[in-house]
């Protein structure tokens, strides 16, 4: 039988875990190019007032459906609402967690193989040339599928151990080590020649670049940098005590979210400029322009090594919650013990991720509607489930979530301002579900 439900134990716990599932990736390798493309300190204005209209009120319709109903996506739903109709978004999420499992681990086994190369100095010796072709080489090879299996079985691992011992613990741990290697990265980056220029390259607002495309791009970073819709805050919410504070949990979430994406920029962009690299998005950024960047620096194999580790914890804390989300129901609708759910969360994502490791190389050729598996992965769940589950989300939370229990998990054990409780509930109701329906729409290039 799935063994009673455990609870995060401190405070600290609950922004660790928290704030470990927003950051991720994204943060450091696609909001600064974002930012800076998009008119820079206006789609920044534009990011921080979409992440509280927006991201907030989200975070707390999670937190309020996970513990309210004390259980997995799923049986939230199902548990919440009279009837069975909505139970579906559960499923839609916990297929969306294991897709997004399979595919971000694949990145994550790159970042490890890079931090391997910065270790041993192998990094140092490419070429500058060959920056492109050995990215390639690697990445079109077999080594991905190995560096992919034992980064999943790293996160198996860690969670073995339970909510408490595993998930709390390890994030209590490498949530302020990412901080601490953010701000020795800044100090490093502000004493840098080219710091002013990216800065102005970040910061610098440029309202004639701001059109709905900057609009749609500065909604989009919002929701999606705060891992929302897929169910990971409302299953960590199913652990919290009646005593956490939940607006001002999500509140703390989406400025320490914030702050991760801004030092990132803070950190690439006068490396970028300094040594006359153009700014890039993605994995071209992290695997190609950097490493370059780092070569050309002084103690260049240390400050690498210390970035892809940066990327590795991030990485990390991210994948963790999204396994969280399948174990929780496996547990709890199979009624298996959290070993057995455990691996058998690691073993399906094992042979989704083979498959999308491959995707670049040995199955390159094989095509799903015209997408590899990584890339029809990535498009389903970004595009699709992510943005249809937030808006979903918001929808059930706003319109048809009992009165009694929207209030009594807002408030928990204390109180709340009746401003704040009408503030989220129209951003619920009608911010929220127009913003993401935006999102959505321009996902599936309908606008």
Same mark, same amino acid.
């Given at each position: ?7 995060? $134990? ?13 950051? @991720?990736? @994204?943060? =450091? ?21 979409? /992440? ?7 975070? +707390? ?6 513990? @309210? ?56 010796? =490419? ?41 709390? &613990? ?24 080219? $710091? ?13 670049? $701001? ?36 607006? &001002? ?15 990132? @920029? ?13 700014? !890039? ?64 969360? !690691? ?8 498959? +999308? ?26 595009? /699709? ?50 913003? =993401? ?11």
């Amino acid at each position: 039988m799935a063994e009673s439900r455990a609870q995060f $134990v401190t405070r600290l716990g609950v922004i660790a875990t928290t704030v470990g599932s927003a950051v @991720g990736l @994204g943060n =450091i390798w696609r909001f600064p190019y974002e930012a800076g493309v998009h008119g820079g300190g206006a789609f920044l204005l534009f990011y921080i007032v979409f /992440i509280f209209l927006i991201g907030v009120p989200v975070i +707390c319709a999670e937190f309020i459906m996970g513990r @309210g109903a004390r259980s997995n996506i799923f049986g939230a739903f199902r548990k919440l609402h009279s009837t069975r109709q909505w139970a579906w978004i559960g499923y839609m999420g916990i297929l969306s967690s294991i897709l997004i499992l399979s595919f971000y681990s694949v990145v994550a086994g790159w970042t490890v193989e890079y931090f391997v190369q910065s270790v041993t100095g192998a990094i140092d010796t =490419i070429a500058e040339g060959e920056r492109h072709s050995s990215f390639d080489t690697f990445s079109t090879g077999l080594k991905p599928v190995m560096w992919t299996l034992i980064f999943l079985l790293a996160n198996a691992v860690i969670l073995l151990r339970g909510v408490q011992s595993g998930i709390e &613990k390890v994030s209590n741990i490498l949530m302020p080590v990412l901080f601490l290697i953010l701000i020795v990265f800044c100090i490093n980056s502000l004493l840098m020649p080219g $710091v002013g220029e990216g800065m102005r390259f970040l910061f610098s607002p440029d309202f004639s670049k $701001v059109d709905s495309s900057v609009l749609i791009g500065a909604l989009g970073q919002a929701f999606f940098s705060l891992s929302l819709g897929l169910g990971t805050m409302m299953t960590y919410a199913s652990y919290f005590s009646d005593r956490t504070p939940l607006v &001002k949990s999500a509140s703390i979430i989406a400025v320490l979210d914030t702050v991760v994406a801004v030092l990132a @920029g803070i950190i690439i962009f006068p490396a970028v400029f300094t040594y006359g690299s153009e700014p !890039a998005a993605g994995p071209k950024l992290v695997f190609e322009v950097l490493p370059a960047i780092f070569h050309q620096m002084p103690g260049g194999v240390f400050w690498s090594a210390l970035f892809f580790f940066l990327l590795m914890v991030a990485s990390l804390t991210s994948t963790i919650s999204m396994s969280e989300i399948c174990i929780a129901f496996f547990t709890e609708q199979f009624g298996i013990g959290r070993r057995k759910a455990t691996l058998l969360n !690691a073993g399906i994502a094992m042979v989704l991720g083979t498959l +999308c490791a491959l995707s670049f190389g040995p199955l390159s050729n094989v095509s799903i509607f015209g997408q590899s598996f990584f890339g029809l992965f990535d498009y389903v769940t970004s595009n /699709i489930f992510l943005p249809l589950g937030g808006m979903l989300i918001s929808i059930f939370v706003g319109w048809f979530l009992d009165r009694r229990v929207f209030r009594e998990q807002l408030r928990g054990t204390g109180s709340i301002k009746g401003w704040i409780y009408k503030v989220i509930v129209i951003c619920l109701r009608y911010v929220a579900p127009t913003g =993401i329906a935006l999102v959505f729409l321009s996902g599936l290039d309908i606008i």
